[in-house]
């Protein structure tokens, strides 16, 4: 008699680690915020004279942004730059910043059943800016591995909370579970 397997998938949550930043990234400009979160302001380090700001994002002017930051989460990568200009409209100073990369993995995942042999194979599904990532699953059943695509034999039936958490080389994670049912046809 040949087994055949149910599974059911459904994402529960997603979960982000924090990492909270403040790093001076030119002269005039630092970046502050939670870098694993998304959470990210490009700000003016110093305001010692009254005046306005004026943010370009890759050369277009953001006519929402005249505060001495910028939320680079809104925008995404590239180029911004920022002029400083006096009540007199004297420019004060201008300066820019290239945001090359996002921060921070974003864990996913799917399976493909192995029927003859009884098991599952995860599929990682997580989007990163690096390759340089691990992986810790936990497969609902007290078994776990570090593997980037395992593959995971059920020994009963049953409901399980499968977990995925992908952490790069900053120490960013990001965690997604589903859950996972696994039953064996009825006649």
């Known amino acids: ?14 979960t982000t680690a924090s990492a909270h930043v403040a790093e001076k990234v ?6 502050e915020g939670d870098w694993c979160s998304g959470t990210y302001n490009l700000v003016v380090l110093s305001v010692k004279k009254e005046g306005t700001w004026q943010w370009k994002y890759n050369g277009t002017v953001l006519s929402n942004e005249t505060g001495a930051k910028v939320n680079m989460a809104l925008y995404g990568l590239g180029n ?7 009540t007199n409209g004297k420019i004060i100073f201008t300066d820019s910043f290239k ?5 921070g993995p974003k ?5 493909d059943y192995l ?18 990532l691990s992986w810790t699953w936990n497969f609902g059943d007290g078994s776990t591995s570090t593997d980037q695509y395992p593959t995971h034999h059920y020994k009963t039936e049953g409901t399980y909370l499968v977990q995925l958490t992908a ?8 965690t997604v579970t ?6 064996y046809p009825r006649n």
């Open 178 to 183: 589903m859950e996972v049912v696994w039953r």
């Open 167 to 174: 952490t790069d080389a900053n120490g960013c994670s990001n």
């Open 99 to 103: 945001l090359a990369t996002l921060p």
């Open 1 to 14: 008699m040949k087994n055949t397997f149910l599974f059911i998938a459904l994402v529960i949550f997603a």
């Open 80 to 86: 911004y730059e920022v002029t400083q200009t006096d």
């Open 107 to 111: 864990a996913d995942f799917g399976f």
């Open 115 to 132: 029927y003859a042999a009884g098991a599952v194979k995860f599929k990682n599904l997580t989007a990163s800016n690096t390759t340089d």
């Open 26 to 31: 030119t002269k005039n400009l630092k970046i």
